[in-house]
């Protein structure tokens, strides 16, 4: 494909949106194609879809339940917007992806990275991002985070609203994904400081980028 598929991975509060869209003014700025999205969601059907999965008065939704949705917009957030759009030569830059369900079904709920993978699989019909940016922070200051940015104004989804121990599993599955990536031939997924600040790890990351568009 002759476009760029870059995603952006984290716990609540790590800053990834921001990040994500810092990344896009940036490139847009020098004049590149860029698509920007995000998961659940991207498409009518996936929106519809996260309005549901993040609906805080679910709160029995079987893991299960969970998992398939994600990869219900999945599939069709990829065959309906990424791929045409990374046909057409634009950066794709998406806040989650399939990295998130390894992550927060996987290990969160103990659904089990292997059988994630094999799913996301199905469901990706096969695409992995070429680069995957992962914000990194403690998961009590990210929590904190949230909660400050909410500063009363709005609700926890369901997802935020989880146990302490249930972000730390996601967490340390996020670190653990990094590992493996950092193990193949290729680093596909690069782990930031996201305690540092945003202004400084945005033009990293743009610096990052703009080095492998280079090389593409």
């Known amino acids: 494909m002759a476009g760029l598929f870059v995603t952006f991975e ?6 990834k949106t921001t990040q994500a869209e810092l990344l896009r003014l940036g490139l847009e700025k020098e004049g590149r194609h860029v698509v920007f999205t995000r998961e659940p969601g ?3 059907v996936g929106e519809r879809i996260r309005e549901v999965l993040l609906d805080n008065r679910i709160r029995r939704m079987e893991p299960l339940t969970e998992l398939f949705l994600y990869l219900a917009s999945r599939a069709q957030h990829v065959q309906e917007l990424i791929r045409p759009a990374l046909k057409e030569g634009a950066i794709v830059i998406c806040d989650r992806f399939a990295d998130a369900s390894l992550a927060y079904q996987g290990a969160g709920r103990g659904i089990g990275t292997s059988r ?3 799913l996301n699989e199905v469901a990706t019909f096969g695409l992995v991002p070429d680069y995957t940016v992962l ?8 929590l904190e985070r949230m909660s400050a940015r909410l500063g009363g104004r709005g609700q926890q989804d369901r997802i935020e609203l989880e146990e302490m121990d249930f972000h730390v599993r996601v967490r340390e599955a996020y670190l653990t994904l990094a590992q493996k990536s950092s193990d193949r031939i290729s680093d596909r997924i690069e782990v930031f400081d996201g305690t540092r600040r945003k202004e400084e790890l945005a033009q990293e990351i743009l610096s990052r980028v703009k080095e492998i568009l280079s090389r593409k």
């Not at 984290?10 to 800053?15: L, P, S, T």
């Open 135 to 142: 914000l990194d922070l403690p998961v009590k200051l990210g």
């Open 116 to 118: 994630v993978l094999t």
């Open 10 to 15: 984290g716990i609540e509060g790590c800053g």
């Open 42 to 44: 991207g498409t009518e």
